[in-house]
């Protein structure tokens, strides 16, 4: 059964299990000797965009042109480990974390900086993820941490936007950084992962075989909804 005429197809196999068959139609080249260590679809593109990340650099390809449409040159000064596209109405907004410790968010419009950097891992940065309320970001990282950051400032609803009534006083904001460190790991964390069934959940697992849930503290979770 078929998922795409044009990409690809989807075939049973008689051992139950299934497998993707890509049928190339053309091919999207990366440089010689790069070494790709991740790839995320871009949500805003309908499925006509992808992005890798390759030695220190991030490209994301236009699968209709099988052309390279941006690049982003170092944009970490080691290994680039991860990405990620997700974020609800922000759509050239992007998010990447790497061997230098660092998580960079990048508006793909316009790559010469970062819109912001964070230096919160003391060793690299595995993975990263945002949270369906995309003002809220987790990374996994090789110091056995996972961070909770707090974006509000690239979010799609900002704490500015809550709609407060004249007259009332002003919400007391959460700072933008760190919201909390999770310490439950005693192995590098390779990946971290939302619920898509409850926004507050979240899991992650370690390189010793160590699953870890956790929820974001009521706290916080009140300080965002209220």
């Given at each position: 059964?078929?998922?795409?005429?044009?990409?690809?197809?989807?075939?049973?196999?008689?051992?139950?299990?299934?497998?993707?068959?890509?049928?190339?139609?053309?091919?999207?080249?990366?440089?010689?000797?790069?070494?790709?260590?991740?790839l995320?679809w871009?949500?805003?593109?309908?499925?006509?965009?992808?992005?890798?990340?390759?030695?220190?650099?991030?490209?994301?390809?236009?699968?209709?042109s099988?052309?390279?449409?941006?690049?982003?040159?170092?944009?970490?000064?080691?290994t680039?480990?991860?990405?990620?596209?997700?974020?609800?109405?922000?759509?050239?907004?992007?998010?990447?974390?790497?061997?230098?410790?660092?998580?960079?968010?990048?508006?793909?419009?316009?790559?010469?900086?970062?819109?912001?950097?964070?230096?919160?891992?003391?060793?690299?940065?595995?993975?990263?993820?945002?949270?369906?309320r995309?003002q809220?970001?987790?990374?996994?990282?090789?110091?056995?941490?996972?961070?909770?950051?707090?974006?509000?400032?690239?979010?799609?609803?900002?704490?500015?936007?809550?709609g407060?009534?004249?007259?009332?006083?002003?919400?007391?904001?959460?700072?933008?950084?760190?919201?909390?460190?999770?310490?439950?790991?005693?192995?590098?964390?390779?990946?971290?992962a939302?619920?898509?069934?409850?926004?507050?959940?979240?899991?992650?697992?370690?390189?010793?075989g160590?699953?870890?849930?956790?929820?974001?503290?009521k706290?916080?979770?009140?300080?965002?909804?209220?």
């Open positions: 059964s078929g998922i795409n005429a044009e990409y690809g197809a989807i075939l049973p196999l008689s051992s139950g299990m299934w497998t993707v068959r890509y049928e190339k139609h053309g091919s999207c080249e990366l440089p010689k000797r790069s070494s790709p260590v991740a995320r871009n949500p805003h593109s309908n499925g006509n965009q992808v992005g890798v990340a390759s030695d220190q650099h991030i490209r994301l390809h236009d699968l209709r099988m052309k390279c449409t941006t690049i982003l040159d170092n944009a970490h000064s080691q680039a480990r991860d990405l990620e596209l997700l974020i609800l109405i922000r759509q050239y907004y992007m998010v990447t974390c790497g061997d230098d410790c660092a998580t960079r968010f990048w508006d793909t419009r316009n790559c010469t900086s970062p819109l912001l950097s964070f230096t919160n891992h003391s060793h690299w940065v595995w993975k990263v993820r945002y949270n369906l995309d809220l970001l987790l990374s996994g990282g090789s110091d056995s941490k996972v961070v909770l950051l707090n974006v509000p400032s690239l979010a799609s609803e900002t704490l500015d936007s809550c407060e009534d004249e007259g009332e006083e002003p919400k007391e904001k959460m700072r933008e950084g760190v919201l909390e460190e999770y310490d439950k790991h005693e192995d590098s964390v390779y990946s971290v939302w619920s898509t069934v409850d926004p507050w959940l979240f899991a992650s697992l370690s390189n010793d160590r699953l870890v849930l956790n929820k974001v503290s706290e916080i979770k009140f300080n965002i909804i209220l």
